[in-house]
């Protein structure tokens, strides 16, 4: 009787095991579609690279669905990609409140970071809490990557902290000193502020000059008058691109000359900064190339490279390509992989499959390489002059540092 | 000592351009008790102005001037007999004008980024002759230099406006008390609309200079000059017009010494003037008692 109601009983108990492992399976039923929810500013000082940088995902959602969706590992199949987006309008308490709504009440799968540090900074912490990884496209804040936090991976740029490591190295390696720094008060310059300081410091080349400004700072005369007492050799302004304008042509109309002037935007919107500032304005500045103007053509393993992206994207949207067109398609890159190498359809597991492939795959934007806290480091961003070409009324953009890289040799003291 | 020169000389050209920013903003408010919140969006709407005359017919924006002028007029003639009028009749004029002005402000940006886009705008230092100023052994743009000019002018044809003109006697007597104007046999709403097209008109013209000295411009950019214009007023005094023209020189000159001494701090100077002044003398730095008869 005794071994009747043993058997009895183990049946039963592995009856009750089969169940349990029967509930992930019904719970993790595929999905209709893959739902990607993100934010985008339609107005503010962020609106001109937030749309751009939209542009460039809904081309790859664009892409996937045409292709039948996106192939998910965790069901061995291709799910169509749903784009669920809202107006952040450039503020963070707006964006704060949409991105809880993306999370709780869209349940999206997959969260995707508005343009800029600023508007990503609100997103890490609430990624953080409802467990959702943040796929941080250009917030490139040093403070968001922490050990602690496994929900957050930037996709494209490297973390702010790294981005001045070349041009330091180039100040230093020219002998450039008296160095002037003006940056905004803000993660994404703030951080590339005082790692350029960290290293200037380091090979005892103290910047002659070293503030902080409000991110809205519009009017720069008076700021470079005050600069121009310390006589720098070189003056390196931290912004978002209408502080760049503004400085650039406030540099402009007071007569005022340096040896050599760095803004980051001319690398990233050079259109926008040209149509602003001119040519003459430009020439002779340097900046942080990004693509499309540094192009990763034949390295390219992980879709499209630059030329056929400029093509596809422009037939497609008929609009013109800039860096954060590409960092928009790249991020929607790294969710493909993330969901087609994940051997669960989980946060978690997403997250693992990028950092199983970081080091491994190049995109248009370059190396893709996180550290274990999320932090983007595999992309390097040179050096680049713009400099004047006979008979070209446009300047050309020539990579001057590092060597291994270089296009041609920086044109230091610029001429006045 | 060349940093202090410069900083107090820029000061001055800056302060007098704000000085016109605000002006009309405090024009509206003396003569109808009415915070226009719209108001920095008519200034941008007056910048994208300058900048269409320079990219359309390829001439210097202050040929836009008298455009902008008209234009304004035609706006500001209409909408006062539309709104004013109403927001008067009702108990609490202060405050639906608030609303109002905002929602107006809203659709004047949202209508500017459809039409123009979000892009930043420029219109090159050279449309107003290019080039450097020497003054006092500093050198500063020229471009400043003639915004600050045209500023003196604008204040100073305001000034003779209200204390040399019938109309602006007028003025006066309803910024003084809007009933008894009214029982004087003044026609309020035609003197108030004028004042009213007025400040719409000062507006453009700031709006006129504002790519010289604020840099780019964009459909965005109305939200933070009405609140700086708003601060420069009240520094100066609520409902006192000329008194911007101080408000407006204390934001330069402390905006530009802050630049030089201490620029991280150099943004919040006008809100903390703004709370110092509240605090200790509340009804501004021209202001005077209310006196109830």
Redesign the interface.
């Known amino acids: 009787m005794f071994a009747r109601l043993k058997s009895r009983l183990t049946a039963a108990g592995l009856a009750l095991v089969a169940c349990a492992m029967a509930l992930p399976v019904v719970a993790a039923q595929a999905p209709q579609q893959i739902k990607v929810g993100t934010l985008y500013a339609s107005s503010g000082p962020f609106a001109t690279s937030s749309q751009s940088q939209y542009e460039g995902l809904k081309f790859w959602v664009h892409r996937v669905n045409k292709n039948g969706g996106v192939y998910v590992k965790a069901f061995d199949k291709k799910i169509p990609v749903k784009l669920v987006s809202y107006d952040d309008q450039s503020s963070t308490d707006t964006a704060t409140t949409l991105y809880n709504q993306l999370i709780t009440q869209d349940n999206v799968n997959v969260l995707v970071a508005d343009f800029g540090s600023v508007l990503t900074s609100v997103a890490v912490p609430l990624a953080q809490e409802h467990h959702k990884l943040l796929f941080d496209v250009t917030g490139t804040g040093a403070k968001f990557f922490t050990k602690n936090n496994p929900y957050i991976v930037l996709t494209s740029l490297p973390t702010s902290g790294v981005w001045p490591k070349s041009l330091a190295q180039f100040l230093n390696h020219k002998g450039i000193n008296h160095v002037a720094v003006l940056y905004d008060s803000n993660d994404f310059d703030q951080s590339q502020a005082e790692t350029l300081k960290h290293y200037l410091d380091k090979a005892g080349n103290k910047p002659v000059y070293y503030h902080a400004v409000q991110s809205n700072t519009s009017s720069y005369t008076v700021l470079l008058h005050r600069i121009a007492a310390d006589h720098p050799h070189a003056v390196i302004e931290f912004g978002y691109p209408n502080n760049d304008i503004a400085f650039l042509q406030a540099l402009q109309s007071s007569g005022q000359h340096f040896n050599m002037v760095f803004t980051i935007f001319p690398g990233q919107l050079l259109d926008l900064l040209r149509s602003n500032v001119g040519p003459q304005g430009l020439a002779h500045t340097y900046t942080y190339p990004t693509p499309p103007l540094l192009r990763y053509t034949k390295k390219v393993n992980f879709g499209l490279n630059i030329d056929q992206f400029e093509k596809q994207f422009q037939s497609s949207t008929g609009k013109s390509v800039d860096f954060l067109t590409v960092a928009g398609y790249n991020a929607g890159l790294m969710i493909q992989k993330a969901l087609g190498t994940a051997p669960k359809f989980s946060q978690i597991s997403m997250r693992h499959a990028l950092a199983h492939a970081s080091g491994k795959l190049f995109t248009l934007d370059g190396r893709f390489k996180i550290r274990s806290d999320g932090a983007q480091v595999g992309e390097t961003l040179p050096v680049g002059q713009l400099q004047p070409q006979k008979g070209q009324k446009n300047n050309k953009m020539v990579i001057v540092y590092p060597p291994r890289v270089a296009t041609g040799k920086a044109i230091c003291p610029a001429p006045k | 000592m060349?940093?202090l020169e410069?900083?107090l000389i820029?000061?001055v050209l800056?302060g007098l351009f704000f000085g016109l920013v605000g002006i009309g903003l405090n024009l509206i408010f003396g003569v109808m008790r009415m915070i226009n919140l719209a108001h920095g969006d008519l200034i941008m709407l007056g910048a994208f102005g300058a900048f269409w005359v320079y990219h359309l017919l390829g001439v210097s924006p202050m040929f836009g001037i008298p455009l902008e002028v008209i234009g304004f007029t035609i706006i500001g003639i209409p909408l006062y007999y539309l709104v004013v009028p109403r927001l008067l009749a009702t108990r609490d004029p202060e405050m639906l004008s608030f609303i109002l002005f905002f929602g107006l402000s809203q659709v004047i940006?949202?209508s500017a980024?459809l039409g123009f886009g979000?892009?930043?705008?420029?219109v090159?230092?050279s449309t107003l002759g290019?080039?450097?100023v020497v003054i006092a052994g500093?050198?500063?743009?020229?471009?400043?230099v003639v915004a600050a000019g045209v500023s003196v002018v604008a204040i100073l044809a305001l000034y003779a406006y209200l204390y040399h003109s019938r109309f602006g006697y007028a003025t006066r007597a309803i910024m003084a008390n809007r009933d008894e104007a009214q029982t004087a046999g003044i026609n309020v709403h035609r003197i108030s609309a004028a004042a009213f097209v007025a400040g719409f008109c000062l507006a453009g013209l700031a709006g006129v200079f504002a790519p010289?000295?604020?840099?780019?411009i964009?459909?965005?950019m109305g939200v933070?000059l009405t609140t700086v214009s708003f601060a420069i007023v009240v520094i100066g005094s609520l409902g006192q017009p000329l008194g911007t023209v101080i408000g407006g020189l204390v934001y330069g000159i402390a905006?530009?010494l802050m630049?030089?001494y201490l620029?991280?701090w150099?943004?919040?100077l006008p809100y903390v003037l703004l709370i110092a002044i509240v605090l200790v003398k509340p009804s501004g730095l021209l202001g005077r008692r209310v006196r109830y008869a």
């Not at chain 2, 010289?212 to 780019?216: D, T, W």
């Open positions: 060349g940093l410069y900083a820029g000061g800056y940006e949202a980024v979000n892009n930043q705008r420029s090159p230092g290019g080039g450097s500093q050198s500063f743009p020229f471009a400043w010289y000295m604020l840099g780019a964009d459909p965005n933070d905006t530009m630049q030089t620029p991280s150099s943004n919040l």
